[in-house]
């Protein structure tokens, strides 16, 4: 019962996403992102997209259902329920929201809030094209496995960052999207 364990582990380390948490200073852009928990049989996998190339910010990289929080949001689940029904077209109805990770300071200037949410298997797509270029889901026993991250350093905004990227199949997953991903795992 791999789904409804990672459920009940999940249960007792998120916190309510219906409260935004404080914010670490104005330069940092509050967003919240879906992490989508899909059940396939008894296994879970995570729905990821990949966003338009010609997006101002991260294009082509794939990441979370997500984005900034309007003023019209009441909480992080508002926002990242929001965005996923925008980008993908999933109807609200096939969204049930757990909780939220501890958000983290993308080097980026955004201050990313988690969302931990399960999507019903059966949903459809309906993807906003302008932003989302592809949605693919990944099997979480892949993100399991410690082998498949890599640490890597890159030189931006006049200083090293580190990161960790994940290959699956032809995707590249890398940033803020794999360092979620990665604590994600350690949290099951």
Known sequence: ME???LLKVLADKLVPADVFPEFPHEKYRPSAVLIPLVRRNDTVNILLT????NLQHHPGQVCFPGGK???V??????TAMRECMEELGIEKDKIKIHGMMKPIKVPT????????GEIEPDYKLKLQHDEVELAFEISFSHLKNAENYVAQKIFYLGRNHRFLEIKHESHY???ATAKIL?????LA
């Open 3 to 5: 789904f409804d364990r």
């Open 173 to 175: 997953i890398w940033g």
């Open 109 to 116: 200037g955004f201050f990313l809030i988690p969302v931990v």
């Open 182 to 186: 990665r604590k994600l795992s350690k």
């Open 69 to 71: 929080v309007d003023s």
């Open 50 to 53: 990949k966003r338009n190339e």
């Open 73 to 78: 949001d009441f909480s992080p689940a508002e």
